[in-house]
């Protein structure tokens, strides 16, 4: 018996996508069917846009669009459980240089989109990544990336991402879902704590979350379970000590993001049994100061075949822009500007608490 | 819609404001006097959440313990350091059970020949 235990226990358990287990929720309308109905489609919750309403703030109009969010494609060296992407080693769906290229056109054109926020996938893995940073750095655009750590160490050839971070003063904004192993791993698979430490220690090495170096390394928390992110603030203090005291890591902010109901974080909630209460707990928190200020008023996602979403919540559903410029060879600031922004039951994960953005809480 | 029929019912965490219906100012002071404790003070809202699981524990309150191990396990402690909130409790109530077995022997001795 505690033999058998021991097998169970010592055998890695591999992640895999849900669009390579070929799984219904590997569809977004499927998604939306769910998250809009429930699962028996009787699951009534008070509509969201009901809440907007309320707070006089529907339809959800942009205050004006600053940051131009590109998702560079699915693949990734990891598979997370809680992944909204549902990305993954077997995912193929790259950004092209040709899309890449509209994009920076679309930033020539409009100098009012300051910041360019690459995500992805691991944006790292996109081939073109580089060559799109410096062009992006070119337009002196202020860049952000959201990189994994482990992508660090998952290959030679991503060895050097510290420097040419440092190089390109790119600030770098990392998962880090808690400064222990145990909950770390549960989420992002084992093994990605200690690379993921090794990964932040490198990114310090450069100058990267150190006083005075100019290079920004901040830090996102989620949370591991069907369950909300504590206060900001005080997650911030007890990570800086914690990394600081078993690691001598240092970094500069921490970002407390809330799970939406998406992807394989849907799949989470639905089979551990936790869809409906953690439904009833972000609308619970709906905080209407939160919904004022939730990223698609400032933010543009495109995705990786150049379709243009309210975010990148709304790209993983497939609910492109309600406007004539759907994709971002007919990028129109004004027409976009003009749109009234797709919502539905899973923007209660933003507006909960102090409420969630890709830049943490928003109040 | 009529309460389930038990004493306990898990839905009535969420109703617990409602003890104000009947009377609202001791409530409102109640609730007030609440949020402050638990806030950021000499103890951190973290700590003070550990503590609250263990006397619930102590006070065997079903519905603090449902609340104060979501609110515990969401403020970051580990399942190994909750057990062993437990188990302070536990070893204070059962050193209070068995501290009085002086008392007992007090008496025993006062009244044995
Ligand atoms: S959460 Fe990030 S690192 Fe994890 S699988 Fe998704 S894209 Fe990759
Ligand atoms: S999910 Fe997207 S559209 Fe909905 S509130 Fe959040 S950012 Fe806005």
Redesign the pocket.
Known sequence: MIENANKISLEKVVMKTLHRQQHELANAHNQLQIIEHGQTGDFALVPFQQKLDEAGLYPLKPTGIQTFQVNVG?M?????K???????PDRKEIMTKEIMQQCLHVLVQNPSLQTVDL????PEMNPHFRWFVEELKKLRRHVIV?C?L??ILANKKYNDLPQFFAQHGVEVVS?LPFYTQDRTDRQ??NGVFEDSIKALQLLNGVGYGMDNSGLVLNLVYNPAGAFLPPSQEALEKEYKTALMERYGIRFNQLFAITNLPIS?YLDYLLTSGNYEKYMEKLVAAYNPVAAANVMCRNTISIGWDGYLYDCDFNQMLDLKVACSSKHIADFSMSDLNERSIIIGQHCFGCTAGSGSSCGGTVT | MMSENHYYNAADLAKFSNIGEYQKELADKFFSYYGEVFKDSALSAREKSLIALAVSHAVQCPYCIDAYSSDAYEKGWSEAQMMEAVHVAGAIKGGAVLVHGVQMMNKVKEIAM
Do not use: L, W, Y
């Not at chain 1, 990734?76 to 997370?80: A, G």
């Not at chain 1, 995500?119 to 691991?122: D, E, N, R, S, V």
């Open positions: 699915k990734c060296n990891q598979v997370c809680h992944c909204h992407v549902d990305a993954g995500t992805g996938g691991a959201r994994n482990t992508i998962s992002r698979g394989r």
